[in-house]
């Protein structure tokens, strides 16, 4: 009897050793099978303490609101000046013809619009023509029902141009594409995308600050002179109708 008591006091499961050894693993097999939820858990308590306070949370949501009002505010200066640009041309009907776009050839080399009026409606050969967005080109045909506008796309459109923000002229040269160019014959000329072009207000045959386009990118690789890329505001392939300016370019 002896014998047996002294063999069962021995076996593994009395030892505490042993005893931590299975529970540390039973815990790591518990880890495994909820795929660490309970570590996760356990992270967020000790964490919490340490998130950023109400404090910094003030601190950044001052700094959205001041950025959100600094945006606002630019835009509503943008605004203004579009608005005090496209105030220019209060024309009243006696100056104007407005007309229907019956055909547009604005993807080809000609590019090019015709209207629905012609001599008959008082239209004559260099006149403006005008759409949503601002100028688009000039009368270079009529007929007696109809005209032809050669579209400041035109690889035969060159038109004065006045940059607004640095006060300075240039040459809008349609090159056949949706992007017309100005060249600036000065190299120093601190032209940025961004920047309004508007008609030149030196020009004796446009009237001056109509709305052009805006500049989309610029060239720095000429010294003498510098170029910029033109995205128009006015989109003739878009639109269907115009005014024609009674104003001889």
């Known amino acids: 009897m002896v014998d047996i008591r002294r063999i069962s006091t021995n076996r593994w499961w009395n030892k505490k050793n042993n005893w931590g050894l299975l529970i540390f693993l039973s815990f790591l097999f518990f880890v495994r099978i909820t795929k660490g939820s309970l570590y996760k858990d356990f992270y967020y308590l000790i964490s919490k303490p340490f998130w950023p306070g109400q404090f910094q949370r003030e601190v950044l949501t001052k700094s959205v609101e001041q950025e959100f009002l600094i945006r606002l505010k630019q835009l509503e200066n943008d605004n203004q000046r579009l608005r005090e640009i496209l105030s220019l041309q209060r024309l009243s009907d006696s100056e104007t013809i407005t007309a229907i776009v019956i055909s547009r050839k604005t993807g080809s080399f000609w590019r090019q619009i015709i209207l629905n009026k012609g001599v008959k409606d008082g239209v004559e050969i260099g006149s403006l023509v005008v759409g949503p967005g601002g ?115």
Do not use: C
Not at 164 to 177: P, S
């Open 135 to 249: 100028l688009l080109g000039r009368v270079d045909n009529t007929s007696l029902l109809t005209s032809t506008v050669k579209l400041l796309t035109s690889p035969e459109s060159k038109v004065g141009i006045w940059v607004e923000r640095i006060q300075k002229h240039g040459l809008l040269v349609g090159l056949g594409n949706d992007y017309p160019k100005v060249i600036f014959y000065d190299g120093d000329i601190d032209i940025k995308v961004g920047d309004f072009v508007l008609s030149s207000p030196a020009s004796t045959l446009l009237p001056p600050n109509i709305p052009i386009g805006v500049v989309q990118s610029v060239d720095e690789d000429l010294k003498e002179k510098k170029t910029a890329n033109i995205m128009l505001l006015g989109k003739p392939q878009a639109i269907d109708w115009v005014q024609i300016l009674k104003v001889k370019i």
